[in-house]
């Protein structure tokens, strides 16, 4: 049985001056042998901007499933606002999915925390879903004084630093993060690309 234990998440979305929520959806499926996890929150950089689609074809899909009986590019999840959930898509009427043993041939489906997707014989169930804390940051404010000046020698000097290009969204994290995942969405970073952090990356 696949499960997962509900907590309060905290994700920094951009100083200082408040938090807003933002809503997650946990996803939780076996692919080749193994358990894959994977969170979806109602805004991150994907394929198709503000949708995460799942199929086998990894050019077009967020969630890349190997299983034959799954279609190319198969359905898509995404987070209604006026709705306050996520809703699933079906994007192939020759093979549409199942949604808590219905079909969905045509239309959206919200999801729930335990509902259960079929996509072909590929099982995904959801595993959570939550409402998360985000840290809202400010633009430092601007200093209404004339600039300084710092001569060109006094400038301290570069030394150079690494971070991890997600291989998902590329953006760059500081090492330290290596065991946490990327911060922006949520991927792992054992795979991630070792990259020279510049001073104004």
Not at 5 to 11: I, L, S, T, Y
Not at 35 to 43: D, F, M, P, R, S
Request: charged fraction near 20%; charge should be positive.
């Amino acid at each position: 049985m696949l499960g997962i234990a509900q907590g309060k998440f905290e994700v920094t979305i951009a100083g200082v001056f408040g938090t807003e929520t933002m809503s997650a959806l946990i996803l939780k499926w076996y692919d080749a042998g193994q358990e894959k996890t994977q969170t979806i929150y109602e805004q991150q950089p994907t394929k198709n901007p503000g949708t995460v689609r799942i199929g086998r074809d990894p050019l077009r899909c967020d969630i890349v499933l190997s299983h034959p009986t799954v279609s190319g590019l198969h359905v898509e999840i995404f987070f209604n606002p006026q709705q306050q959930r996520f809703l699933i898509r079906n994007l192939r009427e020759q093979n549409p999915p199942v949604v808590d043993g219905k079909r969905l041939k045509r239309g959206e489906k919200p999801l729930n925390q335990g509902s259960v997707i079929l996509l072909g014989q590929a099982h995904i169930q959801v595993a959570g879903v939550s409402t998360i804390e985000a840290t809202v940051l400010a633009p430092p404010p601007e200093n209404l004084e004339r600039p300084v000046q710092i001569p060109v020698a006094a400038q301290p000097a570069y030394k150079p630093a690494y971070g991890l290009e997600c291989p998902r969204c590329h953006r760059v994290s500081p090492i330290e993060h290596l065991e946490l995942g990327c911060k922006w969405c949520g991927t792992s970073l054992a795979a991630a690309a070792s990259v020279l952090v510049t001073p104004n990356q």
